[in-house]
T-cell receptor, first 113, second 110 residues
Framework: EAQVTQNPRYLITVTGKKLTVTCSQNMNHEYMSWYRQDPGLGLRQIYYSMNVEVTDKGDVPEGYKVSRKEKRNFPLILESPSPNQTSLYFC????????????FGSGTRLTVV | QKEVEQNSGPLSVPEGAIASLNCTYSDRGSQSFFWYRQYSGKSPELIMSIYSNGDKEDGRFTAQLNKASQYVSLLIRDSQPSDSATYLCAVKKGNNRLAFGKGNQVVVIP
């Protein structure tokens, strides 16, 4: 089944404790992206990647890191999480986003206390 | 002006009626437009894409695009309770990126 897989689905952590949210897609998509979704603010892009080793900042990249060492994987790293990063995170992938849109993963609900 | 605006509040429609959602965008050069459906607690799911002025129909969904007026709309005909969800409008930005609106909640009343 073609899908984008994120883990974990739920995560509660403490301020300052480094964490990684994994994302993997099995559709051989070139493009991958991370979004966060907050009430009243909608979906905002954090980082995106056009191919292996090619990444760029989205609209809200502060406090996040990404890497794209393999085509299928695009982990999101929070080096020192803060409470304002409490949010619902979505990983997404696409062959060409502006032609086909994105396929989204199931989401990771992160709470930073 | 925001990149993508969806200003309407929650929309309640009776079962069987037409639900109409609107979205405006700021970049006159945008070429690709998408509608996503998001059920509560779930991820967005692509339901329609449109690239040319006019109407595009897919089952009970019709997307309408007017580039001169910079708006795109979504009509849901014969609304069903299963259509109750939040609908997100997305518009192409430069460099193969998508900008999303905040979404409109639709509630279909049986």
């Amino acid at each position: 089944e073609a899908q984008v897989t994120q883990n974990p689905r739920y995560l509660i952590t403490v301020t300052g404790k480094k964490l990684t949210v994994t994302c993997s897609q099995n559709m051989n998509h070139e493009y991958m992206s991370w979004y966060r979704q907050d009430p009243g603010l909608g979906l905002r892009q954090i980082y995106y990647s056009m191919n292996v080793e090619v990444t760029d900042k989205g609209d809200v990249p502060e406090g996040y890191k990404v890497s794209r060492k393999e085509k299928r994987n695009f982990p999101l790293i929070l080096e020192s999480p803060s409470p304002n990063q409490t949010s619902l995170y979505f990983c997404a992938s696409s062959l060409t986003p502006t032609r086909y849109g994105y396929t989204f993963g199931s989401g990771t609900r992160l709470t930073v206390v | 002006q925001k990149e993508v605006e969806q200003n309407s509040g929650p929309l309640s429609v009776p079962e069987g009626a037409i639900a109409s959602l609107n979205c405006t965008y700021s970049d006159r050069g945008s070429q690709s437009f998408f509608w996503y459906r998001q059920y509560s607690g779930k991820s967005p799911e692509l339901i329609m894409s449109i690239y040319s002025n006019g109407d595009k129909e897919d089952g009970r969904f019709t997307a309408q695009l007017n580039k001169a007026s910079q708006y795109v709309s979504l009509l849901i005909r014969d609304s069903q309770p299963s259509d109750s969800a939040t609908y997100l409008c997305a518009v192409k930005k430069g460099n193969n990126r998508l900008a999303f609106g905040k979404g409109n909640q639709v509630v279909v009343i049986p």
